[in-house]
């Protein structure tokens, strides 16, 4: 009878462990003008079954881009608002999935799209008027003032969009000793040595890599073992392997992710990859509104497998959960997150029929339930 009890009590506390692990606050930041969104949104995500419910809502002006630093207590966000841009700080309660503010700084640029973090600083790219700004960090978790502004000053060939430097991302390096800069202006990509714990100086240029004139570099991501980095060109849907060894960026293959018969407008947006580094996706905007799936072979290089319309308009930025089953898609102009299976073996994904309705879903992080 003592064994029996103890085996029921065994499978009740691995049964709770499982439904605890599966459970996740899904936080996505959108665009509020124009649109009928509000800023932050957190919902809880069950990744057993991809079902979701709305939780709670963080008032905020065009919160298009969202980090959450390291300790997973602390959540920021860029206002991109023109010359009002601002970068917001927020306390972060996961256990019942609430945002609290703490305090915003200028964003000493404009139009800021991109910002990543860790214990020490937050990094900010601005976008339209080419500037990379550093935040410290207090103890409370908010900002404090920026303690550096870079500031690019290229060009290149599309003079519709490319008069002056256009800074799209920063991204830590694998072992967070460089921070890199993708600007889609200047058509390059900068490794800037990283210093966390300086005053000033955290950031110094080191190395720059001309990207194909007329391009416009955008996201890049790299593997999971920190061998190799893909980077999509917003302009012409380039899509350019890179080897990653001591530092320097290598490229080892270049190709696209438009159809060969494709005759519509290129709006290459977003870049993942699967936690097993098996594949890779990328999206794409403009008139096609599709990702396109490539298998990732063990030299780095990617063959191309599967094409799927994303069911809406708009797939600015995508996300794979945290079981690696599902991939949502939020759609800027159609004002809905598609949630789709992903086959973890093929790569392809599917419908699911579920659907998040919100305004402008720009942004997704997965953080775990405590």
Known sequence: MKRTLYLLAVMAFTLTAQAQK??????????????????????????????????????????????????????????????????????????????????????????????????????????????????????????????????????????????????????????????????????????????????????????????????????????????????????QGDLTVFSYTDGLLTKIQETNIVAKDFKGEIGSADIQISADGKFLYASNRGTANDITVFAIQKDGQLIKKSQSGTLGKGPRAFVIDPSGKWLLVGHQYTNDVVIFKRNQITGAITDTGKRIALGAPVCFVFVPKK
Do not use: W
């Open 22 to 235: 599966a459970d996740y606050n899904l936080i996505i930041g959108t665009y509020t003008t124009p649109g009928n969104s509000e800023g932050i949104y957190v919902y809880d995500f069950n990744t057993n079954t991809a079902t979701f419910k709305a939780n709670t809502v963080e008032k905020s002006v065009n919160p298009s881009f969202l980090s959450v630093d390291p300790s997973k207590r602390f959540v920021y966000a860029v206002n991109e608002d023109g010359v009002k841009s601002t970068v917001s700080a927020f306390s972060f309660d996961a256990a019942v999935g609430k945002l609290s503010f703490l305090n915003k700084q200028a964003a000493e640029g404009q139009d800021p799209c991109y910002l990543i973090s860790d214990e020490k600083n937050v990094i900010v790219a601005n976008y339209t008027s080419g500037s990379i700004a550093v935040f410290g960090k207090d103890a409370s978790g908010a900002l404090t003032a920026a303690k550096q502004v870079i500031q690019h000053t290229g060009s290149s060939i599309d003079t519709a969009r490319q008069k002056s430097a256009h800074v799209h991302m920063v991204r830590f390096s694998p072992d967070k000793k460089q921070v890199i800069v993708n600007d889609l202006g200047e058509d390059k990509i900068y490794l800037y040595a990283y210093n966390r714990d300086a005053a000033n100086n955290i950031l110094e240029v080191k190395d720059s890599i001309n990207i194909k004139p007329g391009s416009g570099p955008r996201h890049i991501v790299f593997s999971p073992n920190g061998k190799f980095a893909y980077l999509i060109q917003e302009m």
